[in-house]
Nanobody, 116 residues
């Protein structure tokens, strides 16, 4: 089956950095032609788009993270990353990886907690 597995979450102090990884697996699953994204959901809030990168390398960021977060992809490794810098307590959420193409896939999420 197709799987997206997030890793790299954890507890970090405000102002710190963290890098999330999302590895795609499955015997025939490749992210090459898919838009990859990161979404997050804070307690009591709806899931929101954080960043996305198209198959051509174009990126899009939520205003709240622009200039602080960087999304990147390594198709050879079938992996997408989210480098998070200058973290703020309001960045605390469960972060989900997704792959969007003909079909859409979601990971199970990884917790990011930023202490003040």
């Amino acid at each position: 089956q197709v799987q997206l597995v997030e890793s790299g979450g954890g507890l970090v102090q405000a102002g710190g950095s963290l890098r999330l990884s999302c590895a795609a697996s499955g015997s025939i699953f490749r992210i090459n032609d898919m838009t990859m994204g990161w979404h997050r959901q804070a307690p009591g809030k709806k899931r929101e788009l954080v960043a996305a990168v198209t198959s051509g390398g174009s990126t899009n960021y939520a205003d709240s993270v622009k200039g602080r977060f960087i999304i990147s992809r390594d198709n050879a490794k079938n992996t997408v990353y989210l480098q998070m810098n200058s973290l703020k307590p309001e960045d605390t959420a469960v972060y989900y990886c997704n792959a969007d193409g003909i079909y859409t896939f979601w990971g199970q999420g990884t917790q990011v907690t930023v202490s003040s």
